[in-house]
């Protein structure tokens, strides 16, 4: 069956298809198609998986044509960025009020 292994690498992202067997896990489509050994920053321990948008854990089945994703992990956190960000925005007014 045909899938797509895709990594959102902020630098060099990559997107690849494969023929996998049906019965073929996440953690067997990632590892099948190489992409470990391309990027050394993918640690399937710490970085989430999912198929179509939807975080899945690794030993799930995969079904044609689904297109399984590698996640960055957060570096910040979501609930602080609105906060630092209207930090920003009210001390640039202040600056140029000066």
Not at 27 to 35: K, P, T
Not at 48 to 57: A, E, L, Q, S, T
């Amino acid at each position: 069956m045909k899938i797509s292994v895709s990594y959102a690498h902020p630098e060099k992202p990559a997107w690849m298809r494969l023929d996998v067997d049906e019965g073929c896990t996440l953690r067997a489509a990632i590892e099948r198609s190489g992409i470990l050994g391309r990027y050394e920053d993918i640690d399937l321990e710490r970085n989430k998986v999912g198929v179509f948008g939807k975080i899945k854990p690794l030993d799930t089945v995969l079904a044609e044509g689904d297109r399984v994703e590698i996640y960055q992990p957060i570096v910040i956190d979501p609930k602080t960025a609105p906060r630092r960000k209207r930090a920003g925005q009210e001390g640039s007014e202040g600056a140029e009020g000066d």
